[in-house]
């Protein structure tokens, strides 16, 4: 044998080992089979015991992976934290958080298949304002670049950023790579109900959960569908305002004009909270937040289709709390979530009712706090004339007799906003791991406007935190026929493989 022909025959044996190797592609596709077994376990955690098969499943998964699985104790359902340590000499750690519950299902509301049966299917908006769905019979070939779309329940809120993450993880470990960071993986199993012991666990593991970076997988990309980061997400509070007429509903003809309305009480009350631009008015509301010129240059720089937008929900004119959709979420909202008094339709009846009641929420930004924002509306209420009982409880004879304006407020913060600066560390890496992925600059969001309960990582680990969505904006998340599009399941393993790939400097 001449002494070429061994070196041949060793690049020859080494290529058709690497055109064997599996791309990621390959990869992402025959997942799909094992995160349809991920998505028929029910995740409801408002079930007692329903989430137990989820947290075994994860054990499962991740530890024939080589992590090192860690019940984190609190007063609701376990935290899942999964760790794989880095080989280099002091490394930077990245927590990743996702989330494995789902939002309750109503069954009778699932076009397809029940929640827990995914199925693929078909979504279409139809020109009289409705949705057709329709079932496929089997996977076309490259479902990635098809309108292919896999239903179940928690298909991308948010069961898809923990397999995409499994997915990504074993083609870098058949690439032959490691992150040159500690991996830390947490697993919330309550953030559809708002996560209420996570600040209590994260307080008490707050050392087996430091690190450097914090990535929250959770959410849908921009509207467009290109590669996203976000740098914070709003808080929320919510209240309740109840307006007190008569002890009974009276007769309108006999007492109308005389015995006070608390329908058109209320009406005027919320009325008096915000102009005709939509902009609070209750002093204070507002303070501390400004927004300079590189921030609106941000802003601006957000690919917002406006026009679509206002003929997609059904308006012509925005509020005026900002010049565009992105700075008005720079702002802290309040909304009129629900109203009752009386009955209305063909219930309706000549009556004075005997209360109104308002459900509020607010949307908080980091420059603002709930609590304090709660403060200024009941003080707004006073301001107005009206004697504040305490919730849960009726008037009494003697209140009713000495204040000629009565009503109860009662509210509270569920949880804070965060904001990380998107050209800070945390962020300029993943950008960096995104535009060498898709070879384009990702779209960059400064607070999206939905809440999220991690504020307790951001404040108490005092970790830069940056959300990196991964899903279709049109997912039907929280609703019947959640879905996942499988072109963002494949660019979502696409995704997290930049990530560990991407070595942070």
């Known amino acids: 044998m001449s002494k070429t022909f061994l070196p041949l025959l060793l690049l020859t044996f080494l290529s058709t080992c690497v055109s064997a190797q599996k791309t990621l592609n390959q990869r992402t596709l025959e997942s799909l089979d094992t995160y349809q077994q991920f998505l028929s376990i029910p995740n409801d955690a408002r079930i007692d015991g329903q989430l137990e098969p989820n947290l075994v499943w994860l054990e499962k998964e991740f530890g024939k992976r080589g992590f090192t699985g860690k019940r984190l104790k609190n007063a609701g359902i376990d935290l899942l934290l999964f760790t794989f340590q880095a080989a280099a000499v002091d490394p930077e750690t990245v927590l990743f958080y996702g989330h494995v519950d789902g939002q309750p299902v109503d069954v009778s509301k699932w076009i397809l298949s029940p929640p827990f049966k995914p199925v693929y299917g078909h979504m279409t908006s139809m020109a009289d304002g409705t949705t057709k769905y329709d079932k496929v019979a089997s996977l076309p070939a490259n479902p990635e670049t098809t309108e292919t779309r896999l239903f179940a329940r928690a298909s991308s809120d948010a069961k898809a950023p923990i397999m995409l993450f499994l997915v990504a993880w074993d083609q870098m470990i058949a690439d032959g790579k490691r992150p040159n960071y500690t991996v830390k993986f947490i697993v919330d199993p309550m953030e559809e109900a708002s996560s209420p012991d996570l600040p209590g666990a994260v307080e008490t593991h707050r050392e087996v959960l430091a690190a450097d970076h ?281 995704t997290l493989y930049g990530v560990l790939v991407e070595p942070i400097r």
């Open 214 to 494: 914090l990535i929250i997988l959770d959410g849908p990309v921009h509207t467009t569908n290109q590669p996203t980061i976000v740098g914070g997400a709003r808080g929320i509070a919510t209240a309740r305002l109840t307006v007190y007429g008569p002890k009974l509903s009276q007769h309108s003809g006999h007492y109308g004009n005389y015995a006070p309305n608390p329908a058109l009480r209320l009406a005027q009350l919320l009325a008096g909270m915000k102009n005709e631009a939509g902009r609070v008015t209750i002093p204070g509301y507002y303070d501390g937040i400004r927004i300079d010129a590189d921030t609106r240059r941000l802003l601006a720089g957000v690919p917002d289709d406006l026009p679509a937008t206002h003929a997609r929900i059904g308006f012509s004119q925005p509020d005026g709390v900002g010049t565009n959709l992105q700075e008005a979420l720079q702002y802290p909202s309040l909304n009129i979530r629900g109203m009752q008094s009386g009955w209305v339709g063909s219930a309706a009846r000549t009556i004075i009712p005997s209360t109104a009641v308002a459900n509020l929420d607010l949307r908080l930004v980091k420059e603002s706090d709930g609590d304090r924002l709660l403060d200024l509306i009941r003080s707004y209420l006073e301001a107005q004339g009206f004697y504040i009982i305490p919730e849960g409880r009726e008037p009494t004879d003697e209140e009713r007799a000495n204040h000629p304006r009565l009503a109860s407020f009662a509210g509270n913060t569920s949880y804070g906003a965060f904001r990380t600066d998107l050209n800070g560390p945390t962020g300029k890496w993943l950008q960096s791991a995104l535009r060498n992925t898709f070879k384009k600059d990702p779209v960059l969001i400064r607070t999206m406007g939905g809440s999220v309960p991690i504020a307790p990582f951001v404040t108490t680990l005092d970790v830069p935190a940056i959300v990196l969505p991964l899903v279709n904006p049109d997912n039907n998340q929280h609703s019947p026929n959640e879905n996942i599009l499988l072109k963002n399941y494949f660019s979502g393993a696409e």
